[in-house]
């Protein structure tokens, strides 16, 4: 579900960047693609994901500890009615709570690091979504940073300056990014028959871990046809929409095609 997960991760974006006070498409871009990469970062409990995988040892060595305190985690917490399971996959790092406590470590990261901090995070965001989605997002985000970088270009200030100063920009919502993108993955597996135990710690029938997932003839299988045919080019053509003047755009094709259609039938 890598790419699923980096679509909704990208849609997320584009559509809670204004509520974290983005509008521009020099602002909103950049977000949704940090947001689609940080949708991929759940799966680090799995050592054949694409995230596990990306870095070679150094985030296959990053996976085997998170599966370990997963592990350990289940271990300590599960509830009378969970399962008999290695707590590994799907579970620690697919809850709310982690999602919530990573947002929180990289804001702190970028304030206490400053911009340094803020690109190593915007970086790795940008990375792990274009290994899902591919290079094209990097040539998205290149184009509006330099926007960016443009539009504040004052005489005398040197790009680095006002690379600084974008980074400092992105620093205000990186944390928002990371959790976002990790919590749609959440709500991505929920709708997968394996469902998804992210209100943990919650106790829900005797399960602390319990997997929220959709009723049994709504739910799909990862990979199947319904993720390839369905979700996925959904989320593409959502992914289009939600960027910023796309929809007054669409309105009016759709009302020129409207009226080209009008005056053909009239005519006929």
């Known amino acids: 579900m890598g790419r699923s997960h980096a679509l909704s991760g990208w849609c997320a974006g584009l559509a809670v960047a204004p509520l974290v006070g983005l509008s521009s498409v020099a602002e909103v871009v950049p977000f949704a693609a940090a947001t689609a990469g940080y949708a991929l970062l759940p799966d680090l409990d799995h050592p ?28 300590l917490t599960k509830g009378p009615r969970d399962e008999d399971s290695t707590g590994q996959h799907r579970h620690a790092s697919h809850t709310l709570v982690a999602a919530v406590l990573l947002g929180i470590a990289t804001s702190s990261a970028g304030a206490a690091g400053g911009w340094r901090a803020v690109l190593a995070v915007a970086l790795l965001g940008l990375i792990l979504a274009a290994d899902a989605l591919g290079d094209w997002v990097v040539m998205v985000v290149l184009g509006a940073g330099v ?29 928002a ?18 469902g998804c135990p992210w209100l943990w710690p919650l106790p829900i029938r005797g399960e602390t871990w319990y997997e929220i997932r959709l009723p049994r003839h709504l739910r799909f ?12 080019p959904a989320l593409i053509v959502a992914g289009v929409l939600l960027l910023p003047g796309a929809m007054p755009i669409v309105r ?17």
């Open 147 to 175: 926007w960016t970088i443009a539009g504040t270009w004052l005489p005398g200030e040197s790009a680095v300056h006002n690379l600084h100063a974008g980074l400092d920009e992105i620093g205000s919502w990186i944390g």
């Open 252 to 268: 009016e094709i759709y009302a020129a095609i409207l009226s080209s259609t009008s005056v053909w039938i009239a005519g006929g």
């Open 221 to 232: 299988r990862t990979g199947g046809w319904v993720e390839n045919l369905l979700i996925a």
């Open 177 to 194: 990014a990371v959790a976002v993108g990790m919590f749609v993955h959440c709500l991505g597996d929920s709708l997968t028959r394996s």
């Open 48 to 75: 054949g994901a694409g995230a596990s995988r990306l870095l070679g040892p150094i985030t296959g060595f990053v996976s085997s500890v998170v599966r370990a305190f997963s592990s350990l985690l289940y271990s």
